[in-house]
């Protein structure tokens, strides 16, 4: 919208992974048991953008939440700072797991608020001038993910082994919990349901967060059909 020229040639997750957590004492698991409550709010981080869109779409009294800045880390949450946590269902949920933090959750995909992404992206100047380089990428990333669904323990191992100070066990959690999100479109990895590209624009849009819904050119899922043609 600003004129970067960028184009999304693939999406790693068909909704966002963001859910929402609150204590276990708590009621929580429909939209109205936001009201009443504070939420802690990253501004600007792509969960604050799925709870706008949650808010509007579920027509929570917006007047009712309140809200306050909030960082990645876990302690104000579980020292009760606020009632309400945006989080990642394969990051914060198993680090909560792992201290054996009870708690509630919401998932927006539940209530229709999907918001596809995260995703693979580049400069259209540079996928025009490198499409077989862009499809040969895309071609290694998804033999990538076909061979974690196939064999998830291997992956793991393939993490630390890159990377010496990866917590095995916690990655081989984080990969059950994001599974779901990660699956793709009619189980057809990185590929996303163009419909649900359509919903986040237009709610992005009510909620002020963007003006300009025309977002089609910005996408090209030629690559990742390509790979499933071929």
Same mark, same amino acid.
């Given at each position: 919208?600003?004129?970067?020229?960028?184009?999304?040639?693939?999406?790693?997750?068909?909704?966002?992974?963001?859910?929402?957590?609150?204590?276990?004492?708590?009621?929580?698991?429909?939209?109205?048991?936001?009201?009443?409550?504070?939420?802690?709010?990253?501004?600007?981080?792509?969960?604050?953008?799925?709870?706008? $869109?949650?808010?509007?779409?579920?027509? #929570?009294?917006?007047? +009712?939440? @309140?809200?306050?800045?909030?960082?990645? *880390? !876990? /302690?104000?949450?579980?020292?009760?700072?606020?009632?309400?946590?945006?989080?990642?269902?394969?990051?914060?949920?198993?680090?909560?797991?792992?201290?054996?933090?009870?708690?509630?959750?919401?998932?927006?995909?539940?209530? $229709?608020?999907?918001?596809?992404?995260? #995703?693979?992206?580049? +400069?259209? @100047?540079?996928?025009?001038?490198?499409? *077989? !380089? /862009?499809?040969?990428?895309?071609?290694?990333?998804?033999?990538?993910?076909?061979?974690?669904?196939?064999?998830?323990?291997?992956?793991?191992?393939?993490?630390?082994?890159?990377?010496?100070?990866?917590?095995?066990?916690?990655?081989?959690?984080?990969?059950?919990?994001?599974?779901?999100?990660?699956?793709?479109?009619?189980?057809?990895?990185?590929?996303?349901?163009?419909?649900?590209?359509?919903?986040?624009?237009?709610?992005?849009?009510?909620?002020?967060?963007?003006?300009?819904?025309?977002?089609?050119?910005?996408?090209?899922?030629?690559?990742?059909?390509?790979?499933?043609?071929?």
């Amino acid at each position: 919208e600003k004129g970067a020229d960028l184009v999304a040639i693939g999406f790693i997750n068909n909704a966002s992974p963001t859910v929402f957590l609150t204590r276990a004492d708590e009621k929580f698991g429909e939209p109205k048991d936001f009201e009443g409550k504070t939420v802690g709010i990253m501004p600007g981080g792509s969960t604050e953008f799925v709870y706008r $869109g949650f808010l509007k779409k579920t027509g #929570i009294d917006a007047k +009712k939440v @309140k809200e306050i800045p909030a960082s990645f *880390d !876990l /302690t104000g949450f579980i020292n009760k700072l606020y009632n309400v946590k945006l989080a990642f269902i394969y990051v914060e949920n198993v680090a909560l797991d792992e201290q054996g933090f009870k708690y509630n959750m919401i998932e927006p995909r539940n209530f $229709g608020v999907t918001f596809p992404g995260r #995703i693979y992206f580049a +400069k259209r @100047k540079f996928v025009e001038k490198n499409k *077989d !380089l /862009t499809q040969r990428f895309i071609n290694t990333v998804l033999q990538g993910w076909e061979s974690s669904f196939k064999n998830p323990d291997n992956a793991a191992k393939e993490l630390k082994a890159y990377d010496k100070s990866i917590d095995e066990a916690r990655e081989r959690k984080s990969f059950d919990k994001g599974v779901p999100y990660f699956n793709g479109f009619n189980s057809q990895l990185l590929l996303v349901d163009e419909s649900k590209l359509t919903e986040m624009v237009n709610l992005l849009k009510e909620v002020g967060l963007i003006q300009n819904t025309d977002y089609k050119t910005s996408v090209d899922l030629s690559f990742v059909k390509n790979y499933y043609q071929k």
